[in-house]
């Protein structure tokens, strides 16, 4: 029993209980407030991501018949200390993994007619999924390197003091200076080892990578396991993949990542086939 188990495996009428599986409307759909805010007396707020809590949700179903309540009864019952898959069928499609975090308390409204109000589901981080959110145009955010004080988002570690630059793309043409998406973090000469870090709570992740013939090598590792080598001076992985990461002209897609803070880095790892050893690290597209 863990998230190949559905809620509401079908969008409409389900001849096994008699009824449509999914929630009455007018349930509500929570976004998590992970976030702390430090209110500075002089300058530019600061916020950070303290918590790796995911949506929540509450349910009413309305005059529905005994064998709903009785699947209700059950997904909570028997998922106390485990996680279930629910589908948000008029919301793109997406899984969301998680438990009932309060009773089912069914009103008898009519005869065979029960509803159950306020009924709370809620994300379980590092929970499994079946499907994991993969839709970057409509449920992601952008992490640029720099925010929109122009202070940096990314965290940077190298064996030289200050080899680590915020610069402007140079592959856009007349970027803007006091564009915060303009720029990047540039590595010319780093030593192996060297990286640069950015953590965020969500699933999976983009970084797209500009190709040059300076740059090159750079492993990529989040929360601290191997993901991949990319070869900067091409673009290409060096390598095999692992299932749900794809590279494709610069461009790093992973998708099978459950809810948690995660922490991505890129560390340079060896010189790219031109020759060239700079690093770089790019703004970081998050689903959320």
């Known amino acids: 029993m863990a998230e190949t188990d559905i809620l509401n495996p079908v969008r409409t009428w389900w001849s096994q209980i008699n009824d449509n599986p999914n929630p ?4 509500t759909r929570r976004s998590a407030n992970n976030s702390a805010l430090a209110r500075a ?44 898959t629910y589908i948000d069928w008029d919301g793109g499609g997406r899984h969301h993994v998680g438990r ?14 029960y509803t159950v109000q306020a009924l709370v589901f809620e994300e379980m ?12 145009a409509n449920w992601s955010r952008t992490i640029n390197v720099l925010d929109d004080f122009l202070n940096p988002t990314v965290a940077t570690y190298s ?23 303009a720029y990047e973090i540039y590595n010319a000469t780093p030593t192996i080892g060297d990286y640069a870090q950015v ?21 990529i590792l989040v929360d601290g396991a191997a993901c991949c080598v990319i070869d900067l001076s091409t673009g290409a992985a060096v390598g095999s993949l692992p299932t749900g990461v794809t590279v494709s002209n610069g461009l790093l897609t992973s998708i099978e ?32």
């Not at 009455?24 to 349930?27: D, N, Q, V």
């Not at 992740?205 to 492993?219: E, I, K």
């Not at 995660?262 to 998050?286: D, E, L, M, W």
């Open 24 to 27: 009455s409307y007018g349930y």
């Open 41 to 84: 007396r002089l300058g530019a707020p600061y916020s950070r991501e303290t918590m790796n809590q995911g949506f929540a949700f509450e349910f009413n179903y309305v005059d529905r018949p005994w064998s709903t309540i009785l699947r209700l009864k059950h997904f909570y019952e028997s998922f106390k200390g485990g996680y279930f």
């Open 100 to 113: 009932f975090t309060s009773p089912v308390n069914p009103m008898e409204t009519a005869n065979n007619k």
């Open 125 to 136: 981080p590092q929970s499994r999924m079946v499907q994991y959110p993969a839709d970057f």
């Open 159 to 181: 064996s030289s003091a200050g080899a680590w630059i915020s610069q402007l793309n140079p592959a856009l043409s007349s970027p803007s200076a006091t564009d915060p998406t």
């Open 199 to 219: 953590q965020y709570v969500g699933w999976g992740f983009q970084m797209n990578f500009r190709r040059d013939n300076s740059l090159g090598q750079v492993a």
């Open 257 to 288: 990542m459950p809810l948690d803070m995660h922490r991505v880095k890129v560390q340079a790892y060896a010189a790219g086939a031109n020759g060239g050893s700079g690093a770089i690290y790019p703004a970081i597209t998050v689903i959320v």
